[in-house]
């Protein structure tokens, strides 16, 4: 079982669509959860970070399921500039070389 | 401004000829990471430097090397590159948490 699991795509949705991605992870003593977005050919880029409590930032919000292992990330009134891979990111130990990273799920929203 | 840069956005190379990639950062971070991302793929962390200590993952072939001549720079040293190392090389450095990563454009790697 990999480490980081995310439904890789694609996820192709109208624009305004509300749309949620799942990530699991095995290990039970993960400490801390983002994710990040990557557009084609470029760099990960920090979307946001995962708390407990759950956190929205505009039409996006994460989730953390502790009991389940797993996070989520809910899109709404999806923009074309969303169009892009959501990376799934989970910290061990709280140090960034035990960050691992799931590969991806793409999203491509079509007008 | 561009905070963790790296050198050159694409590069071609062929088949056993060394190449170097290389990355500086503006951020004064003591942590910089290089990672190996093919397509479809997560990133996979090659190595770490904490400072000037060298953490190398288990599974990082030696053909693969690394240099931190200083704070800013850092350097992948691919001694002899064959067709599956073809992939995005990311440079990264991590701030006071260890945990939010700063990521270059990356160098996108094609091997002839």
């Known amino acids: 079982r990999k480490e980081v699991e995310q439904d890789p795509g694609p996820f192709n949705v109208p624009e305004g669509a509300t749309v949620a991605f799942n990530c699991t992870y095995s290990n039970s003593a993960s400490q801390s959860f983002f994710w990040y977005r990557q557009d084609c050919r470029k760099e990960p880029k920090l979307l946001m970070s995962v708390y407990s409590s759950g956190n929205e930032d505009g039409r996006f919000t994460a989730q953390l399921n502790r009991a389940s292992q797993y996070i989520s990330l809910l899109i709404r009134d999806s923009k074309l500039s969303d169009s892009a891979t959501y990376l799934c990111?989970?910290?061990?130990?709280?140090?960034?070389?035990?960050?691992?990273f799931g590969s991806g799920t793409q999203l491509t929203v079509l007008p | 401004d561009a905070m963790v840069i790296q050198n050159p956005r694409y590069q071609v190379t062929q088949f056993g000829k060394p190449v170097t990639l290389s990355c500086s950062q503006t951020?004064?971070?003591?942590?910089m990471y290089w990672y190996q991302q093919k397509s479809s793929q997560a990133p996979k962390l090659l190595f770490h430097y904490y400072d000037k200590d060298f953490n190398n993952e288990a599974d990082t072939p030696d053909n693969f090397q690394s240099r931190r001549p200083n704070t800013s720079f850092c350097f992948l040293d691919i001694r002899s590159p064959g067709l599956g190392d073809a992939a995005m090389y990311l440079c990264?450095?991590?701030?006071?948490?260890?945990?939010?990563?700063?990521f270059g454009s990356g160098t996108q790697l094609s091997v002839l």
């Open positions: 990264a450095t991590a701030g006071a948490t260890n945990e939010k990563l700063f």
């Open positions: 951020l004064n971070h003591n942590v």
């Open positions: 990111v989970v910290n061990i130990l709280g140090s960034a070389r035990q960050l691992t």
